[in-house]
């Protein structure tokens, strides 16, 4: 019980720092992108304002929750594999 008290926890530790590296990271590819279509296209807005509006719309995306992959699939491979090697 003890060995999975310490799974539990040093895989939840380990998603964590993944996930916060990962959204960091697509945050910042989606920064420099948006920032590379203000200077393409027309000017109408400011460049921080273009950008924030555009990070506005990101954190609503599907693609931001597509993140959330990173507990959700090791987590389920882990019970599968669980169920698989107990129960069969």
Do not use: C, H
């Not at 920032?35 to 393409?40: A, N, P, S, V, Y």
């Not at 950008?51 to 990101?58: A, D, E, I, S, T």
């Not at 954190?59 to 491979?77: A, E």
């Amino acid at each position: 019980m003890l060995a999975l008290l310490q799974l539990i926890v040093v895989g939840f530790v380990v998603l964590t720092v993944i996930y916060i590296g990962l959204s960091i990271y697509s945050r910042r590819v989606r920064r420099g992108k948006l920032r590379k279509k203000w200077r393409e296209g027309p000017r109408l807005v400011d460049l921080d304002s273009f950008v924030q509006r555009g990070l506005k719309r990101y954190d609503s995306s599907i693609r931001r929750k597509l993140i959330w992959g990173v507990y959700i699939v090791p987590v389920g491979l882990i019970v599968l594999i669980i169920y698989l090697t107990n129960f069969r």
